[in-house]
């Protein structure tokens, strides 16, 4: 109200960098609220047949503005979901620990998970590393675990594209289709500073650096498919080419569309 919207952005964001949870919006009665809401939502608008809502929530670890995000859906209803509480990354922003929570309630409620990567293009080379979160070498263990959870990963979106960089690609004339060029942090965002593409980072060199680690302790963590979505903050069921919502409600207007954030206000 005070016109101050971009700097509570900004600091959400550095709140969600470091693992600072803001308690007023973290408490268990606040989170239970929301996500009773969303799942009364989810229910009333899903049309077998016509229109299916899935319901779910993102798992927004991004640690230094590196993006580790999971979208975390369960085909299941509202009488399963009203079971738990979505796992967040105030929790914990290792996808180890996530995964554990996964296995312990679903468990616990029967609830199904699947766990999406999104935007490892800007992950700083972490989302398909060849270590594990705490700098160990990824064991069958691990890779069984994470292909259990997260058969399947995001390559294309509204932030960018994951499959290739130029760098790792060269010989590739379309590899540098629809970069996005900005770490999920506050000071990256304000000064246009631009990460470098690492292995890590991209759906295509994650292929071949799973079957290097299949090659060493017998399973593959990144025998994954592929999925493209929207990312889109508009609440719009999608997107059309000639009739581009944008991704937020920032991008209402046409000025806007052709704007960075940094030069909207408010």
């Known amino acids: 109200k005070a016109g101050k919207g971009q700097d509570v ?37 899903n049309a077998p047949g016509r229109f299916t809502s899935f319901i779910g929530w993102e798992w927004t670890s991004t640690p230094n503005g590196k993006n580790l995000h ?37 468990s616990r409620t029967g609830a199904t998970f699947t766990a999406i990567p999104h935007n490892s293009n800007i992950s700083g080379g972490l989302m398909f590393n060849d270590v594990d ?16 959870w997260e058969p399947v ?10 499959e290739t960089d ?40 994650a292929l071949g650096r799973g079957l290097q680690i299949e090659a ?14 929207t990312d889109s903050h508009t609440g719009m069921a999608s997107a059309e080419e000639n009739n581009f919502h944008g991704k937020t409600a920032f991008d209402s207007t046409p000025a806007n569309k052709f704007n960075s954030f940094l030069d909207i206000k408010g």
């Not at 979160?133 to 069984?144: L, Q, V």
């Not at 990963?153 to 960018?160: H, L, P, R």
């Not at 060493?216 to 979505?229: D, E, L, Q, T």
């Open 9 to 45: 952005f900004f600091e959400f964001i550095d709140g969600i960098n470091t693992n600072q949870p803001f308690d007023d919006l973290n408490g268990e009665d606040v989170r239970r609220t929301v996500w009773d809401d969303m799942v009364a939502i989810t229910e009333r608008h």
């Open 70 to 106: 999971r979208v975390v859906f369960i085909p299941q209803g509202g009488d399963v979901a009203s079971k738990f509480i979505p796992y967040s990354s105030f929790d914990s922003n290792k996808p180890e620990d996530l995964w554990a929570w996964l296995e312990e309630t679903s």
């Open 133 to 148: 979160s705490e700098g160990r070498p990824i064991t069958a263990e691990y890779a069984r675990t994470r292909m259990k």
């Open 153 to 162: 990963i995001e390559v294309t979106q509204i932030k960018g594209d994951s």
């Open 166 to 205: 130029p760098i790792l690609s060269p010989t590739d004339e379309f590899a540098d289709f629809a970069p996005f060029k900005h770490m999920l942090d506050s000071e990256s965002l304000k000064s246009g500073a631009e990460p470098q593409p690492e292995p890590g980072d991209f759906a295509r060199a």
């Open 216 to 229: 060493k302790v017998g399973i593959n963590p990144y025998k994954f498919g592929m999925i493209g979505s």
